[in-house]
């Protein structure tokens, strides 16, 4: 086997927009994580990543490297997460967010994890916390939220304990990196089935590469206008299932759905964020209903539970109507999740 190069080398090949083999790449990300490379040293190793473009095979090598040194939570085998890349810079409020409520309304296990906002206006931690829900900051509490109530959101630094020396580089950096491709790709519930948003349709394929890798039951990976299934233009998804790909077209009209602009899902802060997500938990019509129900539909569609996407927007306004989705989330609240820290 090829002897791996040190750090440096490893920078200077990314510097050539060179591609590293599996092995330069685990090796690189494995000197992050044990806190081996300096602060300059991580932005330089993300800002040469971001020039090249990342790709699947180097992708899928950081995620096994992360897999390995984040906290596990043991949940059930079915559960799934709904989640986006981030970084489109279109200001949208939280879409994943609210339809993981909606998700488990329907009866799907969701255990979803997130941040505060890296480069965006809101993370989901963020808007979150406007919404009274406190986050599991370790795995029993994580599993004790899903036991009483079916979904959990995991504050991810808390569960990414080798990640402390990135987030502040990253915050700098103010760009989106690597790690917003990662995020969805470490789940520390270990989701086999989940829906991926990412911000354009050049990290969609290799998120769908990776995700053919990793090897996961089924996952949906799409792109739109937002880092999501959009309203305002046509999606793009590719369903990975048994190490396969197969690439669709999402269009809001073949759900009964207007198509309509995005200037009405836009916020300033996680506040503006929450109230919307609660306007749409609690039965209000519009386009910010409409988006998460198509986002909705498509995790009911992945946890199995639909036989398709449109079975499962159709099963997402169930879970609204019924008040199921607004119980989860009182629920959730009510439980609590953390042990006297706020994330």
């Known amino acids: 086997m090829e002897q791996v190069n040190n750090f440096v080398q490893i920078l200077t090949k990314l510097a050539d927009a060179e591609n590293l083999t599996a092995e330069e790449a685990r090796a690189g990300m494995s000197e992050i994580m044990a806190g081996n490379v300096s602060p300059p040293g991580i932005a330089s190793f993300l800002t040469a990543l971001k020039m090249k473009g990342e790709s699947a095979e180097e992708i899928t090598a950081f995620a096994g490297v992360m897999r390995e040194n984040m906290v596990k939570v043991k949940p059930p085998e079915d559960c799934i997460d709904t989640c986006g890349t981030g970084g489109d810079g279109k200001g949208t409020f939280n879409v994943s967010t609210c ?6 309304g329907a009866w799907c296990i969701v255990a979803k994890h997130g941040n505060r906002a890296a480069s965006g206006k809101c993370g989901s931690a963020d808007v979150l916390e406007c919404l009274g829900v406190r986050m599991a900051l370790n795995a029993e509490n994580a599993e004790r939220q899903i036991a009483c109530t079916g979904i959990t959101f995991m504050f991810a630094p808390a569960f990414h304990p080798a990640m402390k020396n990135v987030g502040p580089v990253r915050k700098e950096l103010g760009f989106r990196t690597v790690f917003n491709i990662l995020g969805p790709l470490c789940n520390p519930a270990s989701v086999k089935r989940q829906v991926i948003g990412v ?17 996961p039951e089924r996952a949906l990976v799409v792109s739109s206008e937002t880092d999501e299934i959009g309203i305002g233009s046509d999606t793009i998804a590719i369903e990975v299932r048994g190490g396969k790909t197969n690439k669709s077209i999402i269009r809001p009209e073949d759900f009964g759905l207007k198509r309509q602009g995005i200037d009405a899902l836009k916020v300033k802060d996680a ?3 929450a109230k919307i997500i609660l306007g749409v938990l609690s039965g209000g019509k519009g386009p910010a209903r409409d988006i998460v129900l198509l986002n909705a539909g498509a995790a009911i569609y992945v946890s199995g539970k639909a036989l398709s996407v449109k079975d499962g927007v159709e099963m997402a306004k169930v879970s609204i109507d019924s008040g199921e989705a607004l119980g989860k989330l009182e629920r959730l609240k009510s439980l609590g999740g953390y042990d006297g820290r706020h994330p």
């Open 199 to 215: 911000a354009d349709a050049q990290s969609l394929e290799k998120v769908a590469g990776s995700l053919a890798l990793l090897g």
């Open 99 to 104: 339809a993981a409520f909606v998700a488990a």
């Open 271 to 273: 506040d503006e964020s």
